[in-house]
């Protein structure tokens, strides 16, 4: 769905009524053409905005399949349950393109060829399963199955943001108020201290040098990191090679690339576990999967796998020789190949590496707590002993006078 925008429409109906109304395309042109197809005469078109990957979110296509299968299951025409779930919802994207999708399907496409003009919003696991749901007259128990899929998928996600959100927060809370102390309170500190004609100890004096110095350079300071930020996002965003590198690095961080590890695999064996039993081919699947994890190395790394099953291999043989799964995966597939149990062992592993990923994060969480709190305290307890020595200092003069 790149290069898709929201827009606002009026036109006038053959029997003169004006009629208002949001539309979804690429730009005013197409949306004109549109609405003459769907014989109405516009006079205006206005721009709301851009539609975005971000605008497309995960909780809310899990949302609307779940409705969707809801519908399908008490005998609603697809049709007309598409345009059901259009008209309650809140958002006019959404809105909009549920509308374009039931109209396609009017139009003689099906379900599936209908979600695939629309590769930001249906990931390709939507399509091969609206396929199998098409050809087997069961499309209600397919969307109910993505719509799990999707929700333990989501969960899953945000418990691992949450155990990294919040020592990110408190790095960046305690770099903000640092930079706060260094640029603003500190040079008050140094006029104190330039008046007393008083030795400062070395700790006072590289404290009150780096205060300057941050006093002196913040504008540069604040342009070099806004550029590096801006360079570091636009590598990582254009550039796949290095987007790799700094996956790969974020592996070997302690605690961090542990949680990424159960993490990735969770979701190919949760993808694999929904897909294989719905018939869907074990190399169609691992392609699915490759291209729905986030993480570029266990994506390079479940390409591989799909080659080497297209190459003859078994699956366990071709998870043998990857370094990214651990042993127990390739055991346990062994284990299902050979007694026909695949489906139950996929299953299996995902519930493995979906409660590997809790207890990491939640083990991520506590240990991140203390440690934070005991870094920020020794800072802040040597920023308060080089900035009160002198005092002492100062204080035990006058006493001996």
């Not at 014989?39 to 909780?59: A, H, N, S």
């Not at 109209?103 to 609206?130: N, R």
């Not at 919040?166 to 040079?187: G, H, S």
């Not at 404290?207 to 360079?231: E, F, K, N, S, V």
Request: with cysteine; aromatic share 8%.
């Amino acid at each position: 769905m790149t290069g898709y925008w929201l827009y606002s429409w009026r036109g006038l109906s053959p029997a003169g009524d004006i009629q208002a109304g949001h539309s979804i395309g690429r730009d005013k042109t197409s949306v004109r053409q549109l609405l003459i197809r769907q014989e109405l005469q516009p006079f205006r078109v206005r721009t709301i905005g851009y539609l975005g990957t971000g605008y497309w979110q995960k909780p809310q296509l899990a949302s609307i399949t779940s409705q969707l299968a809801a519908l399908l299951g008490a005998g609603l025409p697809l049709r007309e349950s598409l345009h059901l779930l259009a008209e309650d919802h809140p958002r006019a994207g959404w809105r909009c393109l549920l509308r374009l999708l039931g109209d396609k399907i009017e139009q003689g496409l099906t379900f599936s060829q209908a979600m695939a003009d629309f590769p930001q919003v249906f990931p390709p696991v939507y399509c091969a399963m609206m396929t199998l749901g098409e050809l087997t007259g069961r499309l209600d128990r397919c969307c109910l199955a993505l719509a799990d899929h999707e929700e333990r998928l989501g969960r899953l996600k945000q418990k691992v943001l949450g155990a990294l959100r919040y020592p990110a927060f408190i790095l960046l809370t305690a770099t903000a108020v640092m930079a706060l102390i260094l640029i603003w309170v500190l040079p008050e500190f140094a006029r104190l201290y330039a008046g007393s004609n008083v030795p400062l100890p070395w700790p006072t004096r590289c404290l009150l040098a780096m205060a300057q110095g941050a006093a002196d350079h913040a504008l540069p300071l604040l342009i070099l990191l806004t550029t590096i930020y801006a360079c570091w996002r636009r590598l990582g965003y254009h550039h796949g090679r290095w987007r790799r590198l700094i996956q790969a690095g974020l592996l070997y961080l302690p605690g961090v690339g542990t949680l990424m590890r159960h993490h990735a695999t969770c979701q190919l064996f949760q993808t694999l576990a929904m897909t294989h039993p719905a018939g869907v081919p074990l190399d169609s699947g691992l392609e699915m999967a490759a291209r729905t994890l986030g993480h570029p190395a266990y994506g390079d790394a479940v390409t591989q796998l799909r080659r080497h099953i297209q190459q003859g291999y078994a699956l366990h043989q071709a998870f043998y020789r990857h370094r990214l799964f651990p042993p127990h995966c390739h055991q346990l597939i062994k284990t299902g190949e050979y007694s026909g149990t695949l489906d139950e062992v996929f299953r299996q592993l995902a519930r493995i590496h979906e409660q590997q990923t809790r207890q990491r994060a939640d083990a991520l969480a506590q240990l991140a707590e203390p440690l934070l709190l005991f870094i920020m305290g020794g800072l802040v307890c040597a920023l308060v002993m080089a900035l009160y020595l002198p005092l002492l200092q100062i204080g035990d003069l006058f006493g001996r006078l």
